[in-house]
């Protein structure tokens, strides 16, 4: 089988050819077009500017990908698409790009949820059988869920607030770095003290498996003004002008679109924003062991298999939180598998995947396929996010 995949749920164009065989030689082809540039001035991604750059540039990607995997679209035996959740206009414009591509070629269409893109993805480079116990680290989405096969997941806990890349792309603003923040705090945290700075690991003593990031995040706002404020005070010795400067740094930057107008302004040193994002890593790293170390007990509990964890989404691009992940399972004993970075962040391979399980288990092609802003991988779990806000 050879499927032609379609993600645009966010901020990233994507078109990925696939081909059923060895896990090794899989993607034939992946283009992922970055919108980064489109949205900076803006300090985050804006719906409509992102929906129109995605209906631009999809055919692009499609073609790149064919061309690049030397397939035609009469080699093709299906194709999948991004159906939510997302950003709804984006989302929109790929299900119209796969909808009339279907029309034209008469091949069949799986609508794919972008999570369960991210949460099969450790099986589509990996011999990885199911179930296994997966840990969902995103833009958007934390959650621990068991994965029983291509459309069967259990969710064992998850955050209760923000979602870890969602912190690092804050953590970012507050520290003048571009976005998508992630990798950036990485290269920063990587000749950065971790332990100099202390930051609170919230709900970690707490048991289960949930998880909280909103409190790390605004604990990295407070170390950056008492280190820019103790600065300017060694710099200038002007301490009434200081600490009315001081008021000028709101803590509703955190979730204002203000935040983007710091970056210019943030009168930081160096090492002090690496220290920072050393000390807020290696708290991110921390929380994500401890949880996986519990929900890994919750999930042998309920699944005396052998036992296997897997990481995907985003974050777990970062490889000091991959390393951490994997230390703990090496202790526990449980096979650890992570993707390929570049299949850890937004991709179409995954979304190619995720439909070709699908139709390798006889579910799909999906009759009606309309775009979900909001589609939970596990429907009997309330969604935690927003809940109560
Ligand atoms: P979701 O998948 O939850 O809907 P999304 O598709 O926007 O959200 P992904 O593309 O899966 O998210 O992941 C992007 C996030 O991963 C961003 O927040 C980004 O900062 C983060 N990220 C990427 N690389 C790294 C890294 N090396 N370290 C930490 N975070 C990273
Ligand atoms: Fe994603």
Known sequence: LTFLGIESSCDDSAAAILRDGPAAGRVLASVVRGQGALHAAFGGVVPE????????????????????????????????????????????????TAKGLAAATGLPLWGVNHLAGHALTPRLTDDLAFPYLLLLVSG????????EGPDRFRRLGGTIDDAPGEAFDKVARI???????????????????PRRIPLPRPLLDREGCD?????????????????????????????????????????????????????GQSGLRESDRRDLCAAFQAAVADIL???????????????PLRPAFAVAGGV????????????????????????????????AAMIAWAALERARAGLGPDAAISARPRWPLDPSAAPMIGAGK
Request: a negative charge; charged letters at 20%; glycine letters at 12%.
């Open 316 to 347: 777990a691009a970062n490889a000091a939180i991959r390393s951490r992940l994997q230390a703990v399972c090496a202790a526990e004993s449980v096979e650890f598998v992570a993707p390929p970075l570049a299949l850890c962040t937004d991709n």
């Open 49 to 96: 500017i992102a929906a129109r750059a995605h209906a631009e540039v999809l055919d692009h990607c499609v073609e790149a990908a064919l061309a690049r995997a030397g397939v035609g679209l009469g080699d093709l035996d299906g194709i999948a698409v991004t159906a939510g959740p997302g950003l709804i206009g984006g989302v929109l414009a790929g299900v119209m």
């Open 211 to 263: 998880l909280s990031f909103s409190g790390l995040k605004t604990a990295v706002l407070r170390a950056r003004d008492s280190l820019m404020s103790a600065h300017d005070g060694i710099m200038s010795g002007h301490d009434e002008i200081k600490s009315g400067q001081q008021t000028r740094v709101p803590s509703a930057h955190l979730s204002g679109h203000s935040d983007g107008q710091l970056s």
């Open 289 to 303: 062991a401890e949880k996986t170390r519990r929900a890994l007990a919750l999930y042998r509990d309920a699944a």
């Open 175 to 193: 520290l003048g770095l571009p976005q998508p923040g992630g990798p950036e705090v990485e290269r920063e945290a990587a000749t950065g003290n």
């Open 140 to 147: 958007g989405h934390c959650q621990f869920l068991v994965v």
